[in-house]
C-alpha cells in the first residue's frame, strides 16, 4: 500500500511534466484568443476582428497570439508569460473592472484567470517539455530556488 509520502515524491517527479503540460495549454488557449481577434478564426465571424494598429484592441490581439505561442513553445517562457500577464491585468481593470467589483459580474473571468496562470509560470518557469531545454536554454528555475541550509552545507 503507497503511504502518503510515496504519493507526494511520485508527484513531485512529475511535477515539471505537469507544469509543462498547463504551460502548453495555457499557451494554446491563449494563442487563439489573438487568432480569433487578428483574423477571425475559430468561429469569429470577419467583422468581429480588430483594425490594424488600434489601441488596445489590435496589440493585445498581437500580445496573446504572440505571447501565447512562445510560452505553449516553451520559448522565453518567463518573458512572455510576464508580458502576458501584464496585458491581462490591463484588460481586467481597464475593461472590466469598472463594469462591476467581481469578475463574475464584470465578465472578466478570462482576463484574470489568463493574467494569474502566466504570472505563474515567471515564477515556476517553463517545466518539461520546452524548446528552450532543448537549445540549452533549460530556465526550469530549479537552479535559481533559494537552497536549504542543508544543501548548502552538502555542496562544499
Known amino acids: 500500500m503507497a503511504t502518503s509520502t510515496d504519493v507526494t515524491r511520485t508527484l513531485t517527479r512529475y511535477q515539471p511534466y505537469a507544469i509543462g503540460a498547463f504551460r ?22 470577419d467583422n468581429a476582428t480588430v483594425e490594424a ?3 488596445p484592441g489590435w496589440y493585445a490581439a498581437v500580445i496573446q497570439l504572440v ?15 510576464f508580458v502576458s500577464s501584464g496585458s491581462m491585468a490591463y484588460a481586467y481593470f481597464k475593461v472590466h473592472q469598472p463594469e462591476g467589483l467581481f469578475p463574475m459580474e464584470n465578465m472578466g473571468e478570462a482576463s484574470a484567470m489568463f493574467c494569474w ?21 533549460d530556465r526550469t528555475g530549479a537552479e535559481d530556488r533559494p537552497r536549504s541550509r542543508a544543501e548548502a552545507t552538502a555542496s562544499h
Request: hydrophobic share 55%; proline share 3%; net charge positive.
Open 24 to 45: 502548453i495549454v495555457v499557451g494554446l488557449l491563449f494563442a487563439c484568443h489573438g487568432a480569433a481577434s487578428l483574423f477571425g478564426l475559430l468561429g469569429v465571424p
Open 117 to 137: 496562470a502566466f504570472l505563474l509560470l515567471v515564477f515556476t518557469g517553463p517545466g518539461a517539455l520546452a524548446l528552450d531545454s532543448a537549445f540549452g536554454r
Open 67 to 81: 505571447g501565447g505561442g512562445l510560452v505553449m513553445l516553451g520559448v522565453g517562457t518567463r518573458s512572455a508569460a
Open 53 to 55: 494598429g488600434t489601441w
